[in-house]
């Protein structure tokens, strides 16, 4: 059980470590995201940060969701 226990902490501690870098993770998205991630740009429902940055691969917070789902709303409504 102990060595089990230990196997999984191991990963879960990786993985934290994996999430909370912000190395490998800038302005690329993944090969299977590419054509959504350049299309939200080009809508202005992905801006970046104040450098520019989007961080395709980071987690996002539940504000910067919102501000999404409200831009993407507005694109409908200007596009209806």
Do not use: C, Y
């Amino acid at each position: 059980w102990f060595a089990f226990k230990r196997q999984v902490m191991e990963v879960m501690e990786m993985t934290k470590e994996e999430l909370l870098s912000l190395k490998g993770t800038g302005d690329h998205p993944s090969d299977w995201a590419l054509q959504a991630a350049q299309w939200a740009k080009e809508n202005g429902i992905f801006t970046g940060d104040s450098a520019g940055n989007f961080g395709w691969q980071q987690p996002i917070t539940r504000e910067a969701l919102a501000v999404m789902l409200r831009r993407f709303s507005q694109l409908q409504t200007e596009n209806a």
